[in-house]
């Protein structure tokens, strides 16, 4: 993936605050919906979500191993494709991000942590939203 990286400081509420800004993390959300939605349907597959898990997350998730992926894909489709059709429609990717975002929040604590980060990811919306709060 060719995306811009930064490294950013962020901790616990950061994320938070991000997240209880309900407008500005909805609108954040719904881009990343549209830009997973690669086929336009309305839904994003296993596949999109693979794809765009640095847009989601730290650069670190490109550590883990093919195993590891699958199986945290298995587990976010497990938990959220309510249907078992092997897609997320808008309203499953929202809370899927929800509780992703709140789970590394809480990963950061209080702590202030430097984390390598894609432009256009969650985290890195979150660390630009705490920025234009002064």
């Not at 690669?38 to 195993?67: H, N, T, W």
Request: net charge negative.
């Amino acid at each position: 993936m060719s995306q811009k990286t930064s490294v950013a400081v962020l901790n616990e509420s950061t994320v938070n605050d991000f997240v209880q800004d309900s407008d500005a993390f909805e609108k954040c959300v719904d881009e990343q919906f549209k830009m997973f939605d690669s086929k336009g349907i309305g839904a994003v597959s296993r596949a999109d979500i693979r794809r765009g898990y640095g847009r989601l997350m730290a650069l670190e998730y490109e550590k883990q191993s093919e195993e590891e992926i699958n199986s945290l894909n298995d587990s976010i489709f497990e938990r959220f494709d309510e249907e078992r059709n092997g897609t997320l429609s808008r309203e499953q990717f929202r809370r899927f991000m929800k509780e992703m975002m709140l789970a590394m929040a809480r990963s950061f604590g209080d702590v202030p942590v430097q984390v390598a980060l894609e432009h256009d990811s969650m985290l890195m919306k979150a660390v630009e939203h705490e920025l234009s709060r002064g």
